[in-house]
């Protein structure tokens, strides 16, 4: 449960749960494994985010599907937003069954003028808490945008890296998207209504939450690197997934074993997202 608080003008929430063995294992037959974390063994990284569900009621529910603007995030006046990027450090173990708690803060509001138009920018920063122990300091941004505009020329791609050293390709489907709408309880329309996404957002099919590309390419260093310690992830999505086509994940680890650099490219060879993960 969260409940927005004013702190001296800032926009503050505090938000509480469970990390529950049956959300855990859920997620981990989403990702496709065979098996799931246990009540004590520590939560894999980025799975926090299907915690600390939006459960707003219905009647504050935008034509968008998220929760109304105007409560914790500011309305800016621009309707479309997505997860832009976002940095996280891990401080300490998330361990599965145990009670959590985020201390949720606006830091920044701006906007500029870009190439599709006006847009605004919000960073929100979360400290994440297991059994009273900071476990996550996270950073997240927001991108608002203007209504879709038919004919609009879309942003020039850029072309994804070269040389990946682990490289895993899934096609997300129908009931990839329904299961990872289904655990964030995410009801943004642009992942499951076709009609919503192409006539009023203006993309070509159903879109790929940032979230699990993010979450896909943290379980690609997990795949290869299963005993690493992970301190540090870093995000920025540069180009929508789009439902049906090939998502390829990639990642290239430096000669040292102290970074990978991964990224995500499209079934057309353009880059969709790019991370870095720093390990121990």
Same mark, same amino acid.
């Given at each position: ?12 929430? *505090? %938000?509480?749960?469970?990390? %529950? ?7 981990? %037959? ?35 599907? *998220? ?19 976002? $940095?996280? $450090? ?5 361990? !599965?069954?145990? %009670? ?8 920044? !509001? ?32 927001? !991108? ?43 009801? *943004? $329309? ?17 879109? !790929? ?38 998502? *390829? ?32």
């Amino acid at each position: 449960m969260s409940q927005p608080i004013s702190e001296a003008g800032v926009r503050t929430e *505090h %938000a509480d749960d469970i990390l %529950a063995e049956t959300s855990a294992a859920a997620l981990s %037959a989403t990702l496709d494994y065979e098996s799931a974390p246990r009540a004590g063994d520590a939560l894999p990284h980025l799975w926090h985010w299907i915690f600390f569900r939006p459960t707003v009621p219905h009647h504050l529910i935008a034509e968008d599907g *998220h929760p109304r603007k105007g409560g914790f995030l500011p309305d800016l006046g621009l309707p479309r937003r997505m997860w832009a990027g976002g $940095r996280l $450090r891990f401080l300490s173990p998330l361990i !599965v069954g145990s %009670a959590i708690s985020r201390e949720s803060k606006v830091m920044n !509001v701006s906007e500029k003028q870009g190439r599709s138009g006006k847009l605004g920018f919000v960073t929100v920063s979360h400290q994440i808490r297991c059994a009273g122990t900071l476990a996550i300091d996270e950073e997240h941004d927001i !991108v608002y945008r203007e209504p879709a505009v038919p004919g609009a020329r879309a942003p020039a791609p850029t072309a994804a890296p070269e040389g990946a050293q682990w490289q895993r390709q899934i096609v997300p489907d129908e009931v990839l998207m329904f299961r990872y709408s289904a655990l964030t309880f995410n009801a *943004h $329309r642009i992942h499951y209504d076709k009609q919503y996404v192409t006539q009023t957002e203006g993309y070509p099919n159903l879109v !790929v939450h940032g979230p699990l590309i993010a979450t896909l390419l943290m379980d690609l260093v997990r795949r290869h690197r299963p005993d690493a310690t992970v301190l540090a992830f870093s995000f920025k999505a540069i180009r929508p997934c789009f439902m049906g086509n090939a998502l *390829h994940l990639c990642g290239k680890p430096s000669p040292d074993g102290k970074t990978v650099e991964l990224w995500s490219h499209d079934h057309e060879g353009w880059l969709t997202m790019s991370a870095r993960a720093t390990l121990a």
